[in-house]
């Protein structure tokens, strides 16, 4: 069983900031790469940001200069920071763990979590 828990969204005024938070965690699971993708009413699910456990990071154009994505034990727990936030980036944000588990790898996502951008 693999488990991965989003923290963080919540209603932001233009222009600010918030962070989320990514945990991972389950039995006989390697995590390789962690990510957010986002998903707009009426709208295709895009990538916002990915870390390796490398530490190698790739993010989607809308967001590059504004959005950075973190991670520590192992990318076990990922972090994106959001900063200049506007109103097209109101979304709902979800997480998604990429591992091997025996033997295969294994996508898991997050249940998500609401980012509202609006005055």
């Known amino acids: 069983q693999v488990q991965v828990v989003e923290s963080g969204g919540g209603l932001v005024q233009p222009g600010g900031s918030l962070r989320l938070s990514c945990a991972a965690s389950g039995s006989n699971f390697v995590i390789n790469a962690m990510g957010w993708y986002r998903q707009a009413p009426g709208k295709q699910r895009e990538l916002v940001a990915a870390?390796?456990?490398?530490?190698?990071?790739n993010y989607g154009d809308s967001v590059k200069g504004r959005f950075t994505v973190s991670g520590d034990n192992g990318v076990n727990t990922v972090y994106l920071q959001m900063n200049s936030l506007n109103p097209e980036d109101t979304a709902v944000y979800s997480c998604?763990?990429?591992?091997?588990?025996?033997?295969?790898?294994?996508?898991?996502w997050g249940q998500g979590t609401q980012v509202t951008v609006s005055s």
């Open positions: 998604i763990a990429r591992g091997d588990q025996g033997g295969e790898e294994h996508d898991y």
């Open positions: 870390i390796t456990r490398g530490g190698t990071t």
